[in-house]
């Protein structure tokens, strides 16, 4: 089911998602003072006004959605059906193919610039090995095409939540002393400004990191200890710089980044080969801040995948990936009808019905109520 983070959890119940097989939801807008806006990429979401209370205005404007309250001093409110335009269901490869009016409608899509440098030549020999590994009849194939791009970023390049240099750094303190505790090593590797902890604190994390027997290799040991040591240290600041070193020819010459690079090198790969890519930023599940990617598989649609923790387009639970598109300016109350069952032009209207003729701001488990009635 369609579901916003609830209040309390890790971050704003302005985040968003839909479950595998839902793609709408009413939104329930509330205590607009001023003027409101809703970030909606139209090519994934379409956002439609259903009726509103003190509202005196609405404005769609490129990719923001806005709400104008009618008169100062007063709130207003609003009912919005949010509908998701990925495609959600079961491909069949056989009928997907490179169509030249998609990519007309979705030329924003295949345009190159730093971040997805395709016509580089680390992003090219990818490319050209990927069509040249796959069969005679999947060769022009955008479907199999993806794939075998989402593959490679998701088995070739080597997540890491640090920089490559941190991890040489900590590789080559693990080869000198094999034998030292993890806080020592990491004392050994980093300056004090890197880490940002004293060292008893410093010790305690580091007692809690306790590396698989499985991972022998010095550098697969690096990269396991300092992605455990970031997650619970977000202030660790040899991490990658936002805006630095993310590009898809430098994440595919170090062999290793973190999920906004891996989203990069997918992107940049699908764009050269002529389908349009996009990556999208949001939060995944409870684990924070997060990049995948959207795709588009001609008949089908936009496909979201997610080249971090997925291999292939079946994987993706929609449910785990949190929109931040909902987020606005003035925090206004953003609720929305989690409905049993599957919304319908007739609940609308009920939903709307009773809306507009409560003389007062009705609460979220009122609209509930009689729309399950």
Same mark, same amino acid.
């Given at each position: 089911?369609?579901?916003?983070?609830?209040?309390?959890?890790?971050?704003?119940? #302005? /985040?968003?998602?839909?479950?595998?097989?839902?793609?709408? %939801?009413?939104?329930?807008?509330?205590?607009?003072?001023?003027?409101?806006?809703?970030?909606?990429?139209?090519?994934? /979401?379409?956002?439609?006004?259903? #009726?509103?209370?003190?509202?005196?205005?609405?404005?769609?404007?490129?990719?923001?959605?806005?709400?104008?309250?009618?008169?100062?001093?007063?709130?207003?409110?609003?009912?919005?059906?949010?509908?998701?335009?990925?495609?959600?269901?079961?491909?069949?490869?056989?009928?997907?193919?490179?169509?030249?009016?998609? =990519?007309?409608?979705?030329?924003?899509?295949?345009?190159?610039?730093?971040?997805?440098?395709?016509?580089?030549?680390?992003?090219? *020999?990818?490319?050209?090995?990927?069509?040249?590994?796959?069969? $005679?009849?999947?060769?022009?194939?955008?479907y199999w095409q993806a794939l075998a791009a989402l593959r490679f970023a998701y088995k070739d390049i080597e997540y890491s939540r640090a920089t490559k240099e941190a991890v040489e750094k900590l590789e080559t303190t693990i080869r000198a002393f094999p034998n030292d505790k993890i806080s020592s090593l990491?004392?050994?590797? $980093?300056?004090?400004?890197?880490?940002?902890?004293? *060292?008893?604190?410093?010790?305690?994390? &580091?007692?809690?990191?306790?590396?698989?027997?499985?991972?022998?290799?010095?550098?697969?040991? @690096?990269?396991?200890?300092?992605?455990?040591?970031?997650?619970?240290?977000?202030?660790?600041?040899?991490?990658?710089?936002?805006?630095?070193?993310?590009? @898809? #020819?430098?994440?595919?010459?170090?062999?290793?980044?973190? &999920?906004?690079?891996?989203?990069?090198?997918?992107? @940049?790969?699908?764009?050269?080969?002529?389908?349009? %890519?996009?990556?999208?930023?949001?939060?995944?599940?409870?684990?924070?801040?997060?990049?995948?990617?959207?795709?588009?598989?001609?008949?089908?649609?936009?496909?979201?995948?997610?080249?971090?923790?997925?291999?292939?387009? &079946? =994987?993706?639970? +929609?449910?785990?990936?949190?929109? +931040?598109?909902?987020?606005? =300016?003035?925090?206004?109350?953003?609720?929305?009808?989690?409905?049993?069952?599957?919304?319908?032009?007739?609940?609308?209207?009920?939903?709307? #019905?009773?809306?507009?003729?409560?003389?007062?701001?009705?609460?979220?488990?009122?609209?509930?109520?009689?729309?399950?009635?």
């Amino acid at each position: 089911m369609a579901r916003l983070w609830k209040k309390g959890d890790a971050y704003s119940d #302005s /985040f968003f998602s839909f479950g595998k097989e839902e793609n709408q %939801a009413i939104l329930y807008v509330r205590n607009i003072w001023k003027n409101e806006y809703i970030h909606v990429p139209p090519e994934l /979401f379409s956002l439609e006004y259903l #009726s509103g209370k003190n509202i005196s205005e609405i404005k769609i404007q490129d990719d923001w959605f806005w709400l104008m309250p009618n008169s100062k001093g007063k709130e207003g409110s609003a009912l919005l059906l949010l509908t998701d335009r990925t495609y959600k269901g079961v491909m069949n490869p056989e009928k997907t193919f490179h169509s030249s009016l998609a =990519q007309n409608v979705m030329k924003s899509y295949l345009l190159e610039d730093e971040i997805y440098d395709f016509s580089s030549d680390e992003v090219q *020999k990818v490319a050209k090995k990927i069509i040249k590994e796959l069969p $005679f009849e999947k060769e022009y194939n955008p479907y199999w095409q993806a794939l075998a791009a989402l593959r490679f970023a998701y088995k070739d390049i080597e997540y890491s939540r640090a920089t490559k240099e941190a991890v040489e750094k900590l590789e080559t303190t693990i080869r000198a002393f094999p034998n030292d505790k993890i806080s020592s090593l990491m004392i050994r590797s $980093f300056l004090k400004e890197e880490i940002l902890m004293k *060292k008893d604190p410093l010790e305690r994390l &580091c007692s809690g990191i306790v590396v698989p027997e499985e991972i022998q290799e010095p550098r697969l040991k @690096a990269i396991y200890i300092l992605n455990e040591f970031d997650a619970q240290n977000p202030v660790f600041i040899v991490k990658w710089p936002f805006g630095k070193g993310l590009s @898809a #020819s430098r994440t595919i010459h170090d062999s290793m980044g973190k &999920c906004d690079c891996l989203t990069h090198v997918f992107v @940049a790969l699908c764009r050269g080969m002529g389908i349009p %890519a996009v990556g999208v930023c949001g939060n995944y599940g409870s684990f924070g801040l997060h990049s995948w990617a959207v795709v588009y598989i001609h008949p089908y649609g936009l496909v979201e995948v997610d080249p971090t923790n997925t291999f292939d387009f &079946c =994987q993706f639970d +929609h449910g785990l990936y949190f929109h +931040h598109f909902l987020r606005n =300016q003035f925090r206004a109350n953003i609720d929305f009808l989690n409905l049993k069952k599957t919304i319908t032009p007739d609940k609308i209207e009920i939903c709307k #019905s009773y809306y507009k003729q409560s003389l007062k701001e009705p609460s979220l488990e009122d609209l509930l109520s009689e729309v399950e009635k």
